[in-house]
């Protein structure tokens, strides 16, 4: 995830050093992909998705991996910081978030309590929502 992380989240596609794919990297011969005509760090084009990213933090979270709680506090916080609440995505290249309180985004409040009650993360996330 290092690679991906931007000022604006992680972007959902990238290649293995962290740029940008090239909007035809999403085409076929049989397809062209409207990423083609859109801006790069919008929606599928590198944008930003909450739900995506937090769901691989959790499992890392889960899995022991370094640092991942802090990265799930910082993405959590940034929907905040930039919109107010959690949204489908964020523009990586702008930090425009786009389409508010996505209800799959609400899941993983539900996921991190179920976690937190079995022991298996820390309250610190919700704290930090909370302090928000």
Partial sequence: MRASRTRYGFKVTCDVSGEYL???AYSTREYRSHIEDS??????????W????????LDCVLHGASGAEEQAIWRTTLEFELGGTYHEFINTQTGIPFKPNQGWDAGIYALWR???ERGLVSDRLLRAVDDL
């Fill in 22 to 24: 090239p909007p035809t």
């Fill in 39 to 48: 801006a790069v760090g919008y929606y599928q084009y590198g944008g930003s």
């Fill in 50 to 57: 909450y739900l995506y990213d937090m769901l691989c933090l």
């Fill in 114 to 116: 179920a976690f937190m």
